[in-house]
């Protein structure tokens, strides 16, 4: 990964440009799913293609399996998370999402998914704490302001 890409586009997540942070998350996006090339992204194309079409235990073997070749592939942990997280296994998400932020301090939608993971296991404090760690990379996210707000909300 070229980390002075990366760095650029994090910094371009924080312009007040809409145009900017779209085409900086987009390619934010793409670095992120082709960190292991051709057969890396191959196999989460095709992994979302299985959860698609409702082949949820096949998704999940395929994903494990490409962790398990490529331990160090954040991406594969992400879509692993985002397959518990889609099936109510919230607790195997989180786990993911945590090794995704292990391997990849900036994902943003891994810090995003922890904060869906803890709302939806009533821990809402750590909720928004997730969702503030990711507005601290994406801080124009509309979506994260609103879950913070609802979260808060839920604490009273």
Same mark, same amino acid.
């Given at each position: 990964?070229?980390?002075? #890409?990366? $760095?650029?586009?994090?910094?371009?997540?924080?312009?007040?440009?809409? *145009? @900017?942070?779209?085409?900086?998350?987009?390619? +934010?996006?793409? *670095?992120?799913?082709?960190?292991?090339? *051709?057969?890396?992204?191959?196999? +989460?194309?095709? &992994?979302?293609?299985?959860?698609?079409?409702?082949?949820? #235990? /096949?998704?999940?073997?395929?994903?494990?399996? =490409? +962790?398990?070749?490529?331990?160090?592939?954040?991406?594969?942990? %992400?879509?692993?998370?985002? =397959?518990?997280?889609?099936?109510?296994?919230?607790?195997? &998400?989180?786990?993911?999402?945590?090794? @995704?932020?292990?391997?990849?301090? @900036?994902?943003?939608?891994? =810090? $995003?998914?922890?904060?869906?993971?803890?709302?939806?296991?009533?821990?809402?404090?750590?909720? +928004?704490?997730?969702?503030?760690?990711?507005?601290?990379?994406?801080?124009?996210? =509309?979506? %994260?302001?609103?879950?913070?707000?609802?979260? /808060?909300?839920?604490?009273?």
């Amino acid at each position: 990964m070229d980390s002075l #890409s990366i $760095h650029s586009l994090l910094e371009d997540l924080k312009s007040s440009d809409a *145009i @900017v942070r779209q085409q900086a998350t987009r390619r +934010i996006w793409q *670095i992120w799913f082709q960190q292991k090339g *051709i057969y890396g992204l191959e196999k +989460i194309d095709y &992994s979302q293609k299985l959860l698609d079409a409702g082949e949820i #235990s /096949t998704a999940e073997q395929l994903l494990s399996q =490409l +962790i398990e070749e490529q331990p160090d592939f954040s991406e594969a942990w %992400n879509r692993r998370a985002f =397959l518990y997280y889609s099936t109510g296994n919230y607790e195997r &998400s989180l786990a993911d999402c945590q090794m @995704v932020i292990k391997l990849n301090p @900036v994902h943003f939608g891994a =810090l $995003h998914g922890m904060g869906l993971c803890y709302a939806a296991l009533g821990k809402y404090r750590q909720a +928004i704490q997730s969702f503030q760690n990711a507005l601290a990379i994406q801080p124009y996210s =509309l979506l %994260n302001q609103k879950l913070i707000l609802e979260c /808060t909300l839920k604490l009273t």
